[in-house]
């Protein structure tokens, strides 16, 4: 197993807007209080708690939400992989001509403070089927704010560590497919056999850096966040899933992290005594190995959902003892992580749904919404959603007094393919994504 270290050849920095090396201290200062997250950015996949609801308002005024155009649009290359937004710096990653793409924008303006690229195929080296659907990374970044580091992980298993501090100079690299030989995904039961490589997010716990591996050796694998040396390996070896991320869950007290693995449901300790032990199993193996939308948690449970074979979501408590079925609903999402928020489920999958926390039944059914999809819920109790193919809409939840579906705005054909990367919500900002990297950003009143 190898890290390669600071400014290998193989990182280029092609920033528009670069500046000399030699800069002054209060420049220096300047550039830190920047990129300080603070509590209303999106550092992580689903934001600042790893669950898709935000602590601020939508925006919406009674009678008037967003300008239907954007304040700007760039392209920061194609790929599923959700932006960033950190102080006044937004992060994505993308592909093009060979190469990722990590980019730093100035939130106003999209103008590019620096990129960073890095020669990387398309798809991943095992990767078969769906090739039209989707293209390039699939990962969403994740950022450190007690470092100021920043990581990215491409289809192709290219695990980066990036210094935002220094315009993006690399730390450490290392590939996941050379270290830990994750094999192919298995074909399930009659359907075509799929594998899209590495599409679950890095999360940071503490000074781990925690990653769905899926090696014979381990699921999940810790790495020391400012070297990128092995830390511990979960004592699970189940081959990765497809999901979107890793989400935290504190069990009886535990700190753990729930996976959602080619063979189902994974929670693994992550007490520095009990590191990697598993705490709970429960298997979900889905046709064409799409299980795409990530673990949804809240307390000691965790909600888990996908289509095919299933066409279900589920409801687990977790225990130090194992997991616990309280039920099982036939409402599915494909791709949308669902949403919990005062006892109410919100998902963008097919079509705008609410169901019951407690039992898992339809509150309310909206409008068709397509497989792409992504749901935030804000302080003033909105939805707010990006899906189909470029549809942006705003919706109340059930805290109105009635129990059905009320939609307030919407702003449509933002996009001409699938919105597979997950909308952002933050700073009175709104980020949208497509597939083929087209980047757009609203401004909330």
Not at 416 to 435: E, G
Request: proline fraction near 5%.
């Amino acid at each position: 197993m190898t890290v390669e270290s600071l400014n290998a050849d193989n990182v280029i920095e092609t920033s528009r807007s670069r500046r000399p090396r030699r800069i002054g201290m209060a420049a220096m200062i300047g550039w830190s209080i920047a990129v300080l997250a603070s509590a209303e950015d999106w550092p992580h996949w689903r934001g600042s708690q790893h669950n898709g609801v935000v602590q601020e308002a939508s925006g919406w005024n009674g009678s008037r939400w967003i300008d239907s155009k954007p304040t700007w649009n760039t392209n920061v290359g194609e790929g599923a992989s959700a932006p960033l937004l950190v102080g006044e710096q937004v992060f994505a990653l993308g592909h093009r001509d060979g190469q990722n793409i990590v980019s730093c924008l100035e939130s106003q303006t999209g103008k590019v403070v620096w990129t960073m690229t890095y020669k990387t195929p398309r798809y991943g080296r095992n990767a078969t089927g769906d090739e039209g659907l989707y293209s390039g990374p699939s990962s969403t970044p994740e950022f450190d704010p007690a470092t100021q580091l920043l990581y990215t992980l491409s289809a192709d298993g290219d695990l980066h560590c990036w210094d935002v501090q220094q315009r993006g100079a690399k730390v450490w690299h290392r590939n996941l497919y050379n270290d830990y030989q994750m094999p192919r995904r298995a074909k399930v039961g009659r359907s075509g056999q799929r594998d899209y490589g590495y599409t679950s997010a890095p999360l940071v716990h503490e000074n781990w850096l925690l990653i769905e591996v899926g090696g014979p050796t381990g699921t999940i694998v810790a790495f020391e966040k400012r070297s990128g040396r092995e830390a511990w390996r979960s004592k699970a070896t189940q081959v990765a899933g497809h999901s979107g991320g890793l989400s935290p869950i504190t069990v009886e007290g535990v700190p753990c992290v729930a996976a959602l693995s080619f063979d189902g449901l994974l929670v693994v300790r992550l007490d520095a005594a009990h590191a990697g032990e598993t705490v709970a199993t429960h298997p979900w193996i889905t046709e064409f190995a799409n299980n795409i939308a990530s673990p949804a948690v809240q307390d000691d449970c965790v909600l888990i959902t996908s289509e095919y074979n299933h066409r279900a979501m589920c409801k687990l408590r977790i225990t130090l003892r194992g997991a616990e079925k309280l039920w099982e609903q036939p409402f599915a999402s494909k791709a949308c992580t669902p949403v919990i928020h005062r006892g109410r489920i919100y998902v963008a999958w097919d079509r705008l749904r609410c169901l019951d926390w407690q039992t898992g039944e339809l509150v309310w059914q909206g409008p068709p919404v397509g497989d792409a999809g992504s749901v935030v819920v804000t302080s003033d109790d909105k939805l707010i959603v990006w899906a189909g193919r470029g549809e942006l809409l705003l919706a109340e939840t059930s805290a109105s007094p009635s129990k059905t579906y009320r939609e307030l705005a919407r702003v449509s054909r933002l996009a001409s393919d699938d919105v597979w990367p997950h909308v952002v919500v933050s700073n009175r900002q709104i980020l949208c994504r497509d597939r083929h990297g087209q980047l757009l950003r609203f401004a909330m009143p």
